[in-house]
């Protein structure tokens, strides 16, 4: 029987930094960094204030966690939209690629967490660190797919396409009507059909209409 509780424990601790972190993601969309604080977390999560710090060493701690265990998230989303489209370089960078202009990558509340996140990383070497981490994980998973499809200089284009897919997720974030998510996607496309060398048996177009 003691496993059996140590287990119970072990997952009901999960369960509850789960909470607390899905609480505190909650209140930095809605509120912001200036209305997200002990209180107001702990009441979205529906536990006492003191019980925060039995979890993580104070709130701090618990939104650094919040921001790893969202940056892991958004790394599985893209792991699963490159693992759906099969085993093709090309569809395979695509989906990495495109999957920033679906949801739930698109969720307004998302943009409200990652701005504040983006925030704090100028000023605390924890959240900083968390966010170099997340992009140059990103940026080198994009350079192996781009390696894959016959680029050059990888490393150079995760850096461009990295920015390009940033700058049209912030837009569609901030208004869904903007120009869409299709849109987006196919000026990705367009700019992997400019910087990539052609498939192999495909001759590229003329420059020049001649």
């Known amino acids: 029987m003691p496993p059996a509780r140590q287990a119970f424990r072990r997952e009901s601790a999960d ?11 909650t209140c930095l969309a809605e509120q912001g960094l200036a ?96 966010h170099a981490g997340s992009y140059a994980g990103y940026r080198a998973r994009l350079a192996e797919l781009l390696t894959a499809c016959g680029a050059d200089d990888a490393g150079r284009l995760a850096i461009l396409l990295t920015a390009m897919v940033d700058g049209l997720w912030l837009e569609l974030s901030l208004d869904a009507t903007s120009f869409g998510a299709d849109a987006a996607a196919g000026m990705i496309e367009s700019a992997l059909t400019a910087l990539l060398p052609p498939p192999p048996g495909r001759r590229q177009p003329k420059q020049g209409g001649y």
């Not at 979890?55 to 940056?71: E, K, N, R, W």
């Open 35 to 130: 209305g997200t604080n002990v209180r107001a977390i702990c009441a979205r999560a529906g536990v006492s204030p003191g019980l925060l710090r039995h979890y993580f060493a104070g709130i701090d701690d618990l939104v650094a966690a919040t921001y790893q265990a969202t940056s892991d998230r958004m790394d599985a989303i893209f792991a699963a939209a490159v693992e759906r489209a099969g085993t093709d370089p090309r569809a395979r960078l695509s989906a990495y690629l495109t999957a920033s202009f679906r949801a739930p990558v698109t969720d307004p509340d998302l943009l409200g967490a990652w701005t504040a996140f983006w925030a704090l990383a100028r000023s605390d070497a924890r959240m900083a660190a968390i």
């Open 15 to 25: 369960a509850r930094r789960a909470d607390l972190i899905e609480a505190t993601a």
